[in-house]
């Protein structure tokens, strides 16, 4: 299989000439345990935007290479062959060959601007294909957590009923020697009920997460492998806030939405100034060469022409200057997508930032309550048995601590997700593991 490393936005230059030759990537389903990066290699291999973009990079180019021939000349060839016939028998035969020559010598500087036009669209593209692969990189990354964050919350959820287990068989013993009413053994029941149902309900939402991996990697749920463990800690993120301007400067410079839309303003100042030129004259140089022989005389006759045409366009219609109007208008929402980009790459940067920074202190705060909740549904459950706490205590304690290893898991893959959505809201190079990870302004 094809593999992507490192994953970066900036790959659409690199890999145009390999999708052009043809798609690298096999067909072959990724093995267990999956890792992180062999889910990204085998998305942005298999993932039906990825091929649609590099089409569509493909057909750009071939657009600059059509503005690019208007620079050439027209070489065109014809030939004829004829017979006439009398009502005497006698007839004749003509056959002839014609070579013409074009060239547009000045037009004040309208090809150029169309060829301008199609290397910004080029560029655009280009970005558009760095924009895909990060769409598809930051799908597939919290695709692939979630997946992660459900299996582990089904696991706690496990935890929590053999919590309840045991909870059920102290009162159960107790209510066997008589020091337990029948209502603290329904309620143990009832607890242990809750925890099977939650469970039960966990799973359904792992199904339902894989669906999901499998639709962002372009597989079948059916051939999706089991994931590999995610490491319990990475490397710590320098997030001083005296850095975020200039994380916030590199999201705008960085994001491909951003080089997209600075693509197409300059697309579009390309496409105003051909309007604007439309109406200036063109200069062309012509020639041509002909050879003509007629049968049964054996007539053959050659001639050649050369000249210089002078086309100058008058506007009576009115259509140049609407269509003047139209590239004017088309460049204005042009300047407003770019702002838009710019403005929407600010903010989520912004956001990404003040998430993960939430997500460190969310998954500190999340140990340190499971750590105690686990140490007091412990003593509840000692004292219990020892007839010093009420059957109510214990289940207090347990459903606290049941929901403390729920925020726990749910704490440590938000983090994770946090940390790849910073990576992807700053643009630039999207590494195929979190590890390799850093912010532009710490690098």
Not at 172 to 182: F, L, M, Y
Request: proline content about 5%.
């Amino acid at each position: 299989m094809y593999a992507f490393k490192p994953l970066i936005a900036s790959l659409a230059l690199l890999a145009v000439p390999v999708f052009a030759a043809g798609t690298p990537c096999g067909d072959v389903a990724p093995a267990a345990p999956m890792s992180l990066a062999t889910s990204l290699d085998y998305a942005l291999c298999h993932q039906p935007q990825t091929r649609s973009a590099w089409a569509q990079l493909r057909a750009q180019q071939a657009g600059v290479d059509i503005a690019q021939a208007a620079y050439s000349p027209d070489l065109s060839a014809s030939a004829s062959l004829s017979r006439s016939q009398s009502d005497d028998g006698s007839g004749s035969t003509s056959a002839g060959a014609n070579l013409n020559l074009s060239y547009l010598l000045f037009d004040f500087g309208q090809r150029d601007a169309q060829l301008a036009q199609a290397r910004a669209l080029l560029d655009a593209s280009r970005a558009g294909v760095d924009d895909t692969l990060a769409s598809v990189w930051i799908d597939t990354v919290r695709a692939y957590f979630n997946v992660g964050k459900a299996g582990k919350q089904i696991d706690a959820y496990k935890a929590a009923e053999e919590a309840a287990k045991a909870s059920l068989d102290a009162a159960n013993k107790r209510a066997a020697v008589g020091t337990a009413t029948p209502l603290d053994v329904l309620q143990a029941k009832a607890t242990l009920a809750q925890a099977t149902l939650n469970r039960t309900k966990a799973q359904n939402d792992l199904a339902n997460s894989k669906g999901a991996l499998a639709k962002a990697m372009g597989i079948s749920p059916m051939q999706l492998p089991v994931l590999a463990d995610m490491p319990t800690s990475l490397p710590d993120l320098p997030l001083a806030e005296s850095q975020l301007d200039k994380l916030l400067d590199a999201a705008v410079r960085e994001r491909p939405e951003v080089r997209s839309a600075l693509a197409n303003l300059a697309a579009a100042d390309a496409s105003l100034k051909s309007a604007q030129l439309a109406t200036r004259p063109k200069l062309s140089l012509s020639a041509g060469l002909g050879v003509n022989r007629s049968w049964p005389d054996s007539d053959a006759r050659s001639s050649g022409t050369i000249g210089l045409s002078l086309s100058i366009p008058f506007d009576l219609s009115g259509a140049t200057k609407a269509r003047t109007v139209q590239a004017e208008a088309q460049r204005d929402a042009s300047a407003a997508q770019l702002e838009s980009a710019r403005q929407g790459a600010e903010n989520d940067a912004w956001q990404a930032f003040y998430s993960l920074r939430s997500a460190l202190d969310t998954l500190a705060a999340a140990k340190v309550v499971q750590e105690n909740a686990a140490k007091a549904y412990d003593a509840a459950l000692t004292r219990y048995k020892a007839g010093l706490d009420t059957l109510l205590d214990v289940l207090s304690a347990q459903n606290t601590l049941a929901s403390a290893e729920q925020q726990q898991v749910a704490a440590r893959y938000d983090w994770y997700a946090a940390r790849a959505s910073l990576a992807w809201a700053l643009g630039g190079p999207l590494p195929n593991q979190l590890s390799q990870w850093a912010p532009p302004a710490a690098r």
